[in-house]
């Protein structure tokens, strides 16, 4: 059965969600968010998360990775942005070394791999029987592009 790693950033943390089932009836198996200690440096910051997406690959066994992208016309001047971006960079590269497919997916992808226009909508309400308006909006990111990898359920 799939079991996939779904990832969303922003500066500051890295949320993740691990799913399994199909995309009709998905089950949420584990979720967390992490976040590097502030008294790193920001190459340090980066090698504490390759190290946590080793532990977390290694601990939920996922068969793939998606990781939710920013959108092709989102601005990237900010510090921000480019610390969001280095942070997706190394869970791409930490995640592909433990010999995972890593699929990257702005909400565009994802919403068109669920079968909807607005995958967001999803995030203040009820989602296939996931409760993300219980969840940070960014982790409820990081379980719908976990979703949108699962195989399409039987109908």
Not at 30 to 48: C, F, G, M, Q, T
Not at 110 to 116: A, E, N, P, V
Request: glycine share 6%; charged share 25%; proline share 6%.
């Amino acid at each position: 059965m799939p079991k996939i790693l779904g990832f969303r950033a922003d500066a500051k943390h890295v949320y993740w969600a691990v799913v399994e089932g199909d995309q009709d009836t998905p089950v949420v198996v584990a979720k967390d968010k992490a976040s590097a200690p502030v008294d790193l440096d920001e190459a340090s910051s980066l090698a504490w998360y390759r190290v946590r997406v080793h532990l977390i690959i290694s601990t939920q066994t996922p068969t793939a990775v998606a990781i939710r992208q920013p959108e092709p016309i989102a601005r990237g001047s900010s510090d921000g942005f480019r610390k969001r971006l280095r942070i997706e960079g190394v869970r791409m590269e930490a995640s592909r070394e433990q010999g995972l497919q890593v699929t990257p997916a702005a909400l565009v992808t994802i919403s068109s791999k669920l079968g909807t226009k607005s995958a967001k909508k999803y995030i203040e309400g009820d989602f296939r029987g996931i409760d993300l308006s219980a969840l940070p909006d960014l982790l409820a990111e990081a379980v719908l592009v976990a979703v949108a990898l699962l195989p399409k359920g039987t109908e």
